[in-house]
């Protein structure tokens, strides 16, 4: 492969649940949050390779309110489109993951622009989840979802359901109606629909978001069906080879360029060698396209692997000369002082659509100050800002001021992939104790519990000061350190699991899905509100 081949992931880290559109020589790919707020990733790019953060569109409560959702519930699998200069964005607010029910709200917003303030929403319906829109070439637009019945006996995924949406009344008119049951594979969500050749053609996503994952492809001479699967089986899947390094491929979207060329975006995760464990979650791919003389799409070159590397596209001149050059990923050194005055866009927080309750850049100027809220199993207010874990290799260090009044104030650095399964290095106090470290671990559905240090045999701190801590990650390990100056450290005398931090702990049957995050984090279950501030946070790593 060339040297300007883009190579997999694109958008490393938790990214999953691609869509993806082009406006001119734009490309916007939007991805899942769950319970991250704010809610959806959309990333830019001109070039397929280099995407830049770009917008988290639903950031006020009008859009989205996550206030006691489960893990792993939240924005589901949203679907970026544009037409007649409008940018249109569905997604699906999942209020309940566990047992026969699903409440999944489905709703669409618009925007001119990308980065700009996107409408409040328009509920479309509570049927199922992965919604997306199709602008026919006639002017109709069709609103498809995954249809899911509870009831006992009955077909969790019920098919793909088509209803006509109408923007002059922004509601969905006519009758649902079910066009397409999915192929033995089962599990059929995350529609799509296209348009080329005469056909209309559905992809959809099957087999699970486990190591089943796929995606299929049906066609028809009519929007309503019936949709003929594809007889080659699906575009793309991994689940014959589980060595192979892009696992779980599935749920994906297709762009064609300006030239005409076909390319599909996927998610898929990298476990951790010799393992089915992901902690960076699943993330996003790429692959090229054909368009074959019997009127499909299939990946190139006969593959059904997803690709390490695909061919870049054609580029026009100009856009190809501004291109940053792709190079070796990495993430550098990326260090925040905190003096700017928005928190960056990369972080994000849990559930909340009020993060001045607990956080604040203005208090003390060069600085982030967390007001200390409810624990870090909690699923209303926690105060917690974070950002992906896109290496497996790092390092990650703040430097803390905390004086605790007792032992129900916390704060300080987590390793965290949700509220029953995280790392957390807190600042704490207790009687007889004045301030110490602590370690508190969660597995699954284990109690919360401090792991390190045990008894009577803390690691005491000096009553006043900044306090430096660090996590080092290194494949299934984490360490934990300490400094009081930022050069002399200390590392705490326990290796933790990075492994249970995954989508896939605990075997198929209990596959969640988001990813591991790095953050601060700050814990006042007095009431009180005590604050922490932090002075920065870095994290440098490899690929």
């Known amino acids: 492969m060339a040297a300007t081949a883009i190579r997999n992931p694109i958008l490393p880290g938790f990214n999953p649940d691609p869509s993806i559109c082009r406006v001119g020589d734009d490309y916007y790919i939007a991805t899942s949050t769950f ?41 589901w699998a949203p679907c970026l489109s544009f037409c007649d200069g409008l940018f249109y964005l569905l997604y699906t607010d999942v209020k309940r993951y566990d047992g026969n029910f699903k409440d999944t709200h489905n709703y669409l917003t618009t925007c001119e622009s990308i980065d700009g303030v996107w409408s409040d929403p328009v509920h479309l319906n509570s049927s199922g989840f992965d919604p ?116 779980r491929a599935g749920h994906a979207d297709l762009v064609e360029t300006r030239d005409g060329g076909l390319f599909m975006v996927h998610l898929a995760s990298r476990a951790l060698p010799g393992t089915r464990l992901s902690p960076r979650g699943r993330e996003t791919a790429i692959q090229k396209l054909d368009y074959t003389a019997d009127g499909w799409f299939r990946l190139a070159d006969g593959y059904i692997l997803p690709r390490l590397e695909t061919e870049t596209p054609a580029l026009p001149r100009a856009i190809a000369s501004s291109a940053p050059p792709h190079g070796k990923r990495s993430l550098a050194l990326e260090h925040d002082d905190f003096d700017d005055e928005r928190l960056d866009p990369e972080y994000q927080w849990l559930r909340t659509p009020w993060p001045e309750e607990f ?74 104790i004045e301030r110490h470290l602590g370690i508190m671990s969660c597995e699954a559905e284990q109690s919360l519990d401090v792991v390190y240090p045990l008894g009577d045999r803390p690691v005491a701190l ?41 989508d896939e702990y605990g075997g198929d049957s209990r596959i969640q899905f988001t990813g591991t995050f790095v953050g601060l984090c700050c814990n006042d279950l007095s009431g009180a509100r005590r604050h922490a501030d932090f002075d920065y946070f870095e994290l440098k790593g490899e690929p």
Not at 51 to 72: H, I, K, Q, T, V
Not at 226 to 246: C, F, K, M, N, Q
Not at 374 to 397: K, M, N
Not at 405 to 426: E, P, R
């Open 35 to 75: 319970e991250w707020y704010p809610g959806v990733r959309i990333h830019h790019s001109r070039d397929l390779r280099n995407w830049r953060l770009a917008n988290c569109p639903l950031d006020r409560p009008e859009l989205l309110n996550m206030l006691g959702n489960p893990d792993s519930c939240g924005v």
């Open 132 to 247: 997306s829109l199709f602008h026919d070439d006639d002017g109709r637009k069709w609103c498809l979802n995954m249809v899911w019945d509870h009831r006992p006996g009955h077909n969790r995924f019920a098919g793909i359901a088509l209803q006509e949406y109408s923007p002059a009344r922004q509601r969905l008119i006519g009758e649902p109606r079910i066009i397409f049951a999915g192929t033995g594979l089962g599990c059929t969500e995350g529609p799509h629909l296209y348009k080329r050749g005469g056909y209309y053609y559905l992809i959809t996503a099957e087999g699970g978001t486990g190591y089943d994952h796929a995606v299929t492809m049906a066609r028809s001479v009519s929007i309503g069906g019936p949709y003929e699967p594809d007889p080659a089986g699906p575009v793309i899947t991994s689940r014959h080879d589980p060595a192979w390094p892009l696992q």
């Open 462 to 502: 000096p009553e006043t000061g900044r306090v430096y801590l660090r996590a080092d990650i290194d494949g299934p390990n984490l360490a934990f350190s300490w400094s009081m100056d930022g050069t002399d450290w200390y590392a705490l005398d326990r290796i933790l699991d990075m492994q249970f931090l995954s």
């Open 359 to 432: 956080m604040s850049l203005e208090e003390r100027p060069g600085w982030l100050r967390l007001h200390g809220m409810e624990s870090p199993g909690s699923l209303y207010r926690q105060a917690l800002i974070a950002r992906r874990l896109t290496s497996l290799r790092c390092r990650v260090t703040t430097c803390v001021e905390f004086q605790p009044d007792n032992f129900q104030q916390l704060a300080g650095l987590i390793v965290y992939y949700n509220s029953s399964k995280f790392h957390y290095l807190y600042l704490s106090t207790q009687d007889g």
